[in-house]
């Protein structure tokens, strides 16, 4: 149990000694997008990401797909 929290522990200090994590974050989105575009925890992510960025037309453009992907499959 301790070695598991001492290895939560640096984990949770190397995070917080990111810079930028919006930018760390694009990255990971990016990979999803290219390797599980159907997914949708990869739409969800694309959007909370867009909306924490400020790009509420982008945020509605993932809906807008998402919406149409779930009507015509």
Same mark, same amino acid.
């Given at each position: 149990?301790?070695?598991?929290?001492?290895?939560?522990?640096?984990?949770?200090i190397s995070c917080l000694?990111?810079?930028?994590?919006?930018?760390?974050a694009t990255k990971y989105?990016?990979?999803?997008?290219?390797?599980?575009?159907?997914?949708? &925890?990869?739409?969800?992510?694309?959007? &909370?990401?867009?909306?924490?960025?400020?790009?509420?037309?982008?945020?509605?453009?993932?809906?807008y797909f998402c919406l149409?992907?779930?009507?015509?499959?």
């Open positions: 149990m301790l070695a598991r929290s001492s290895t939560t522990l640096v984990y949770a000694q990111i810079e930028n994590p919006l930018a760390e989105l990016k990979l999803l997008q290219n390797n599980s575009s159907d997914s949708l &925890e990869t739409h969800i992510l694309s959007f &909370e990401l867009s909306m924490r960025k400020q790009k509420v037309l982008l945020a509605f453009q993932v809906c149409i992907s779930l009507i015509l499959p």
